[in-house]
């Protein structure tokens, strides 16, 4: 995929244009957003990643934008689990509602930075280091694993509790904290004085968390394509709309009592693409002699309807599975 400087530009400039629009039109005056607000921008993200995969289409290719759709979809997915993880955190700090849209976007626009990092450094190793999918794609395997035993242990994510990250404790040890918010301020000066606040305590967790939701989301999208511009533009699409979900399905995150086993699913089926890859290049002299092995690798055409039919499939279960609880509950 050849992709010139004027495309990157232009998908900066998308990114750096919703930014901005959320910093000026949405946090500039902190509040609440209703389910109507929220809903609306929610689609209009959603409307907007998928157009974009019809631009990629135009310029490039249906198979490019067949990766970008897969890609996207598998990230949004995994963004969905990554909200539990909001909900915990911020409820654990109190965060008033009116200035958690602040938090979520300073977060996301960090988040946005840490995996510009993380692609780069991830396409020169891939480049360098074929062999390195057999480490995805096992790591992918265990987290698919481990989310399986967690949907099995808690049945639901409420049961969760938020573990202060150390970048939030070694702040609390080393700088002089505020007892409460101080509107939404991160630092407030007082008798000489400077505090950080509770707000910039529950933006560095928001941020180190997306770091290592991004251990898992990576990989998992090299194992759906290679290209970077496609990865970055799936992750960003990704995270830009992930505010607006988040007021959107805060009320309604435990009616998804089977997201745990759909995205084990998904990352599983990637993690076994991707060591099916890794035979396919094989480089590794004490397997098959350092040749490669002609084994079956799923398209992306099949990888996408897969990972739709497994998330449309998870959805619909968990919200039949809620109507039943809900007509048990009533009385005979």
């Known amino acids: 995929m050849d992709v010139h400087i004027l495309g990157w530009l232009g998908l900066a400039a998308i990114v750096i244009a919703l930014l901005t629009v959320d910093f000026v039109g949405h946090v500039r005056s902190p509040h609440a957003p209703s389910m109507k607000e929220a809903a609306t921008w929610s689609a209009a993200y959603i409307a907007l990643a998928v157009s974009f995969g019809f631009l990629i289409w135009g310029i490039w290719d249906l198979n490019f934008a067949t990766q970008y759709w897969a890609g996207w979809i598998t990230e949004w997915s995994l ?56 480490i995805f794609g096992a790591f ?10 967690e949907g099995v242990e808690t049945g639901e994510h409420e049961d969760e509790e938020y573990k202060e990250a150390f970048l939030t404790r070694a702040a609390r040890r080393v700088f002089p904290t505020t007892n409460g918010f101080v509107s939404d301020k991160m630092l407030h000066r007082h008798n000489g004085k400077t505090y950080i606040t509770p707000m910039l305590l529950v933006i560095i967790a928001v941020g180190t ?31 830009l709309g992930l505010r607006q979900l988040y007021f959107l399905i805060d009320g309604l995150l ?13 990352l599983g089926f990637i993690g076994v693409k991707l060591v099916l890859h890794a035979l396919h290049e094989n480089s590794l002299p004490f397997i098959n002699g350092g040749e490669g092995i002609h084994v079956w690798e799923p398209s992306i055409n099949f990888s996408l309807a897969y990972i739709v039919v497994v998330l449309g499939v998870t959805i ?17």
């Not at 911020?90 to 996301?108: D, H, N, S, T």
């Not at 265990?142 to 989310?147: F, S, V």
């Open 79 to 134: 963004s969905l689990d990554n909200l539990f993880v909001f909900v915990i955190i911020l409820g654990a700090f109190r965060v008033p509602r009116e200035y958690q849209q602040k938090v979520l976007l300073i977060g996301i626009t960090l988040s946005l930075i840490f995996r510009f990092v993380f692609i780069l450094v991830g396409v020169v190793i891939i480049e360098k280091f074929v062999w390195v999918f057999y």
């Open 254 to 266: 435990e009616r998804l009592a089977y997201l745990h086993y759909g995205l084990a699913a998904i």
């Open 209 to 239: 968390a997306d770091v290592m939701f991004a251990v898992d989301s990576i990989p998992a999208i090299f194992g759906l394509t290679k290209e970077p511009f496609l990865v970055f533009a799936a992750n960003a699409f990704s995270l």
């Open 316 to 332: 619909i279960a968990s919200l039949l599975r809620g109507r039943r609880e809900k007509q048990a509950e009533q009385p005979a």
């Open 140 to 149: 992918l395997i265990y987290t698919a694993i481990k989310q399986a035993l």
